[in-house]
């Protein structure tokens, strides 16, 4: 089973920048699609960017443009990289497999993302 550990979130004025990580434990992260997903107070979780095994990126209509994903297959590690975050950004921030036919991996803890006004 492969392990997720999320890092670099915090408290960041709107405006800010922010560059999440997320490492992956396995080889087999290479061979997977990789998203990022954010769950804010009372709503359900959602998928804000992913990136396929060879770096083809799609992003969520509220982020695109400010946020960028990113990969590197050889440290199994996914990033976000945030700009010119909003208020709404706020929320947990998750990574995980993006796969219809397999269901994600176990979730990690997260990282918490707090934008100020």
């Known amino acids: 089973q492969v392990q997720l550990v999320e890092s670099g979130g915090g408290l960041v004025q709107a405006g800010g920048s922010l560059r999440l990580s997320c490492a992956a434990s396995?080889?087999?992260?290479?061979?997977?699609?990789m998203g990022w997903y954010r769950q804010a107070p009372g709503k359900q979780r959602g998928l804000v960017a992913s990136i396929t095994s060879v770096g083809r990126t799609t992003y969520a209509d509220s982020v695109k443009g400010r946020f960028t994903i990113s990969r590197d297959n050889a440290k199994s590690t996914v990033y976000l990289q945030m700009n010119s975050l909003k208020p709404e950004d706020t929320a947990v921030y998750y990574c995980?497999?993006?796969?219809?036919?397999?269901?994600?991996?176990?979730w990690g803890q997260g990282t918490q993302v707090t934008v100020s006004s």
């Open positions: 995980n497999r993006v796969s219809v036919s397999d269901g994600p991996w176990s």
């Open positions: 396995g080889s087999i992260f290479r061979f997977n699609a």
